[in-house]
């Protein structure tokens, strides 16, 4: 492997592949840990929520439970990057996420480039939604995600980490903030739709290149991913 460039975002695939239901694995997490620290995604079948944290890979299935990824596993989207925060502020006291995700805004650059997240301490709660296993032949990401189990978590420690995507990337990734969860035992998590920060710490990291992977897979190839409500499909799934 080439030296660790720090905070290059790197992705596998596209939000527009999940959104016409190519869900099957195209790339082992042996590969994928290659090109960073931190992350998040989704598992082969899209089963369940992935996290990578500390060099670590994470999937959590529809239970809430995690369970550790092995090398061999394989994923059909997911972004990650070897994180190293330019920029951090400490919560001392209850903090909603639109709070949090203001003081990040006042922070950082601007809202054309991607930004990488971590949030670490104490959560009063943490709301979380995990996408559950499918099966050939696969349906479309909106029908996919109509059946998620959600999860609500008090009093819980923590990290959440994940991405700030610009607008204009929508349809390649998820415009805004997609950010999942895990406790500090490593037991439970998700995908985050809400969460109240009691203490912590949270760091934030520009990203300074982008690097998109796309599968070479023959489905991915041949498929027609010029769906006409792509956006608004990929809006409804993470809302």
Do not use: C
């Not at 930004?115 to 032949?137: H, I, L």
């Amino acid at each position: 492997m080439d030296a660790i460039r720090k905070n290059r975002l790197f992705q596998h695939s596209t939000m527009a592949a999940l959104v016409g239901g190519l869900f099957s694995g195209t790339t082992n997490f042996k590969e994928l840990l290659q090109h960073g620290d931190l992350g998040i995604g989704t598992l082969d079948q899209f089963d369940g929520e992935l996290i990578i944290l500390d060099g670590e890979a994470f999937q959590i299935r529809s239970d809430g439970q995690a369970y550790k990824v092995k090398p061999e596993d394989t994923t059909p989207y997911a972004s990650t990057t070897f994180f190293e925060a330019d920029t951090s502020f400490v919560i001392s006291e209850t903090t909603s996420k639109q709070a949090v995700e203001e003081k990040i805004a006042e922070l950082v650059q601007g809202p054309n480039v991607f930004y990488a997240v971590k949030m670490t301490g104490n959560f009063r709660y943490v709301d979380t939604r995990v996408v559950p296993k499918q099966q050939r032949p696969y349906p479309p990401l909106i029908e996919a995600v109509k059946e998620q189990p959600t999860y609500h978590f008090e009093y819980i420690t923590g990290t959440i980490v994940g991405f700030w995507t610009p607008a204009y990337i929508s349809g390649i990734g998820v415009s805004g903030y997609h950010v999942h969860f895990i406790d500090d035992m490593r037991k439970i998590g998700g995908h985050v739709f809400d969460y109240e920060m009691l203490e912590g710490t949270v760091e934030v990291a520009q990203q300074t290149e982008f690097e998109l992977q796309l599968p070479q897979t023959t489905e991915f190839l041949r498929s027609d991913l010029s769906t006409p409500d792509m956006l608004e499909q990929i809006e409804a799934a993470e809302n």
